[in-house]
């Protein structure tokens, strides 16, 4: 039987209907929607009703090609959340995350599948596929009325800086350390491709967000442009640069989110209020049937295999990865203890750990374990995260105040 058409009417289908009692749902039962459809691809996947059932070699591409569109699109948002003025001051805080947080938490997690006996090569690349933080599902935390009124602006512009950039850099460590679990593939070889495809996604992404940029500044002082076409123009832009940069083989997240960063600095004004719906439309909702893909294909026989060894290694993940990292560096970020410790523990795992899972595959890593490790944290990243973002959100203004009732002023550029 082909079991694509059903699939994806099934996952779809309950993807719309999860969009239409987002509002009734989050009044009765405050969890996210990705947890929600996470339990839904449980539920018809070959573990309960086994409505849905995919070919490995299927959800290889769509995890692919879809968390690489979603993330596309994420980033861009990530990109243009905060007015250029606001995110000047912001760059050392955010190199030291990407510098340091990134790689430590990388280590951190490899230290953590030693415990599933994985081989060492094995264990790294897991860490890297691990250590982005997910710009899809932070969102959720940083973004919207109610982050505004209890966090303070630095806590989420540093988060979201942090998510659209380290899932561009993540390249850099997969390529590298799928190199190393596939010694033919060559680690020099490996280097310098990364190199060009980190310098090319800036290059792409740098021109063509100022080009972008010029054009609507241009066209709005003209009134060459509608409110419509305005506000799905970053869309196109961040669908047009991907595709650019995958032409040429560049880190086609990395120059996305450039793109954003260099069109946010050049547009000038835009309908701000009403493209944050459409960031939340995309970040919510567009997300939901790939995290239901991912309820559906879950290795429980892989996990059941592990046994206590699955359930120390998603503790330690959660615990180790970022938390205690952020607390050391929290002088260096300029932030203060519970800031760091807000950070350090909203920094989940998503759509971009799916992504360079994905990637991995794509160039021959096709290990068992790994696909067995990466869901395993995401798929407990997403539930863990879906029951207390925003509880621990309200938690966290009870116990610091309101402390995003006044934003904080930019700070010089450095």
Known sequence: MDWLAPSLAVLGVGGVVLALVSGPLERWVPVSEPLVALAVGVLVGPAALGLVRLEQELVDVLLLEGSRVLLAASVMAAALRYPWESLRGLLRPTVVLLAAVMPLAALATAASALVLAVPVSLALLVGACLAPTDPVLAAAVVSGEPAERTLPHRVRALLTLESGAND?????????????????????????????????????????????????????????????????????????VLGVARTVEAAGVLAVFVAGLVYNRFAGSSPREKQDAVDEGINKYAVL????????????????????????????????????????????????????????FFGPMGVSALFYLAHARHEGVHDPALWGAVTLAVAVSVVVFGLTGAPGRRAYARRHGHEGDVEQQPSPAV
Do not use: C, I, K, N
């Open 168 to 240: 561009g850099l993540g390249v850099v460590l997969v390529v590298v350390l799928v190199a190393v679990v596939l010694p033919a593939q060559g680690v020099v070889h490996a280097l310098g491709l990364v190199a060009w495809e980190v310098g090319a996604g800036l290059a792409v992404g740098g021109l063509l967000g100022w080009l972008a940029g010029l054009g609507l500044s241009h066209a709005d002082r003209h009134d060459d442009v509608g409110e419509g076409p305005e506000l799905v123009y970053t869309l196109l832009l961040a669908v047009g």
């Open 289 to 344: 049937p790939l995290v239901a893909v991912l309820g559906a294909v879950l290795p429980w026989g892989t996990w059941a295999d592990w046994g206590w060894r699955a359930a120390v290694f998603a503790g330690l993940v959660l615990l180790l990865r970022r938390l205690p990292v952020l607390l050391a560096l929290r002088r260096p970020l300029g932030v203060a203890a519970h800031q760091a410790g807000f950070m350090g």
